[in-house]
């Protein structure tokens, strides 16, 4: 059975930091790329925050995280992890984490919230 479920979520003060942690299970974890997404409420859909690849661990990051959130993953432990830092209201969201085959499987975690406010 897959599983991916996330963690570290919270309430935090802007400029505060928070780690989550998604823990895998059920499938090859180290032949997936793993990313993570957020959704705002009421917002149209997810956005993707950042991604790193199977193997050699290239990561990507949308603009608005760079210099401020980390990806990283223990391809021994099934985990992947989003380090996140300076965290402002507007990254504000339903934290999700993906795995993705990149041949046609995905699979989605269930959500962290990250709420950020003074």
């Known amino acids: 059975q897959v599983q991916l479920l996330e963690s570290g979520g919270g309430l935090v003060q802007p400029g505060e930091s928070l780690r989550l942690s998604c823990a895998a299970s059920g499938f090859a974890f180290r032949d997936f790329a793993m990313s993570w997404s957020r959704q705002t409420p009421g917002g149209k859909g997810r956005e993707l925050v950042a991604?790193?690849?199977?193997?050699?661990?290239?990561?990507w990051y949308v603009d608005s995280v760079k210099e401020r959130f980390t990806i990283s993953r223990d391809d021994a432990k099934n985990m992947v992890y989003l380090q996140m830092n300076s965290l402002r209201p507007n990254d504000t969201a339903v934290y999700f984490c993906?795995?993705?085959?990149?041949?046609?499987?995905?699979?989605w975690g269930q959500g962290t919230q990250v709420i950020v406010s003074s």
């Open positions: 991604r790193i690849s199977a193997y050699a661990g290239v990561t």
């Open positions: 993906n795995a993705n085959s990149g041949s046609g499987l995905t699979y």
